[in-house]
């Protein structure tokens, strides 16, 4: 069977959701979440590296070893940059849900995504928590993920099963982040889940691996952001049996778990604030995969760049720029070569003879381009995407708290 995407979001075993409204930022739309995970499940997850991160990573981190059941979600304010009261706003929303659950505040997991440098209104937070409990559904992942949307302009959504033994295991994920994305480690808000049953260290292991292959390989604008985390469930439903890894079945799931991020991973990048167009930078040859993705991140951030992206102008020097200051030690220019799509462009460090503006122009009119830089110096590959920048991603960002 292998790993098998799916049409919809696919229920998984052992997982509830629900949402209710709680009036945080705006009045009449749910943005409140409780995902809560049948017992003895384990639970893995990795968080933003920057140094300011929001009071609700620092308590969550806290919480990770305490066998966390329940993960609680606002969006509309981040709470990050408040300081003593954050911490104690963040906390005291765990206490608030375990105390309606009868369950431990240290297996409450707490994330917010939103305004930052505003105090969480904890108030407004446990007035919809009895709804939000209440509305605790299996099949409850759409709305879920549109009360984590902030900036998003749709929710975003993937699952995928796949075949182990004779069970079959769904992984379905949501994610937010439309802007402030460059993941240091995931990205803004994602939360996964499946059936599986296996140990935490593994499950640990198998999310972060999952992350930097997909959530770490992309960037909207450059900026980390204070409240990065992304979880990964697992119920062990489907199995009394955890799965072992270094064997067939494991790497199988495994595959399904990074399937789901890169999906929403990309899903990301093509909802990114005022994006009209997803760029895929794929550096070949390169020395090293460092080096890679570090030459494939300057370009994928260059301001010049993605502007010359939106204005659907093949202005390729700008790309050859940004290959030179990204720090190759050594670099012969003699050796690089880079397409724009199927075109040729820059052959052996200069313009490509073969090399029109028409055909420049015919690929920079897609909504979905590949730019691919050979560096002639090794076999490492690495690929970074990313989206252009539009009158409205200044906008957006411009009116952010009107």
Known sequence: MGVVQAAGPLPVRGIRLGTAAAGIKRRGRDDLLVIEAAEGSACAAVFTRNAFCAAPVLVAREHLASLPRWLLVNSGNANAGTGAQGLADARATC????????????????????????????????????GALAAL????????????????????????????????????????GSGMIHPDMATMLAFLATDARVEPADLQA??????????????????????????????????????????????????????????LAEAIVRDGEGATKLMRIRVEQAADAEEAHTVAKTIAHSPLVKTAFFASDPN???????????????????????????????DRG?????????????????????????????????????????????????????
């Open 137 to 176: 559904d299996e099949a409850g992942w759409q709305h879920a993920a549109r009360a984590i949307m902030t900036t998003d302009t749709r929710p975003k959504i993937a699952s995928h099963s796949c075949k182990t033994g004779a069970e079959i295991l769904s992984v379905t994920g949501i994610a937010k």
């Open 316 to 346: 390729w020097g700008r790309i050859l720029a940004a290959v030179g200051r990204a720090g190759c030690v050594g670099l012969d220019i003699s050796r690089v070569s880079i397409w724009l799509g199927d075109v040729l462009i820059v």
């Open 95 to 130: 206490e608030l849900l375990a105390h309606l659950v009868g369950a431990n505040p240290g297996q409450v997991l707490p994330f917010s995504t939103g305004v930052i440098g505003e105090f969480l209104p904890v108030d407004k937070i446990a007035a919809a928590l009895p």
């Open 206 to 263: 198998v999310l972060a691996r999952a992350v930097n292959r997909s959530f770490n390989r992309i960037t909207v604008d450059g900026d980390t952001s204070t409240n990065d985390a992304c979880v990964l469930l697992a119920s062990g439903a489907a199995s009394a049996v955890p799965l072992r890894p270094s064997t067939p079945d494991f790497e199988t799931f495994e595959a399904a778990v990074h399937a789901v991020c890169a999906d």
């Open 350 to 402: 200069g313009r490509a003879r073969s090399y029109t503006e028409e055909d420049g122009a015919r690929v920079m009119a897609r909504d979905d381009i590949l730019v691919r830089v050979q560096l002639g110096r090794g076999a490492a590959e690495e690929t970074v995407l990313t989206c252009d920048f539009s009158y409205d991603y200044v906008r957006i960002n411009a009116e952010y708290r009107t």
